[in-house]
């Protein structure tokens, strides 16, 4: 089966840290660019980062100089780690995998994750 799976979401208060994972199942490859997206009730889903296979990073505006997205190519992983949150940040954060090839050749344009609920709140 082809899916990314997040982890590491929870609650935590304003100024604190979370660290979010995401895997790729066994039958992924190799993905092209991945990113971390993030909806929040009654709000569009939002780009929050993305990195290259070659390690080039982007970043929304408001998390610039707060959060830092990594990935390991080898193991097709990728994590963000959030600092300084703010209850605006609140919100269901999601992993992409963009031009992703399976273990048996097949390719799909992206994959998302199922989400993680980030909560930041007193």
């Known amino acids: 089966q082809v899916q990314l799976v997040e982890s590491g979401g929870g609650l935590v208060q304003p100024g604190g840290s979370l660290r979010l994972s995401c895997a790729a199942s066994?039958?992924?490859?190799?993905?092209?660019?991945m990113g971390w997206y993030r909806q929040a009730p009654g709000k569009e889903r939002e780009l929050v980062a993305d990195i290259t296979t070659g390690g080039s990073t982007n970043y929304a505006d408001f998390v610039k100089g707060r959060f830092t997205i990594s990935r390991d190519n080898a193991k097709n992983t990728m994590s963000l780690q959030m600092n300084s949150l703010k209850p605006e940040d609140t919100a269901v954060y999601y992993c992409?995998?963009?031009?992703?090839?399976?273990?048996?050749?097949?390719?799909?344009?992206?994959?998302w994750g199922q989400g993680t609920l980030v909560t930041v709140s007193l």
């Open positions: 066994r039958s992924i490859f190799r993905i092209n660019a």
């Open positions: 992409n995998g963009r031009a992703v090839t399976t273990t048996s050749g097949y390719s799909h344009l992206e994959v």
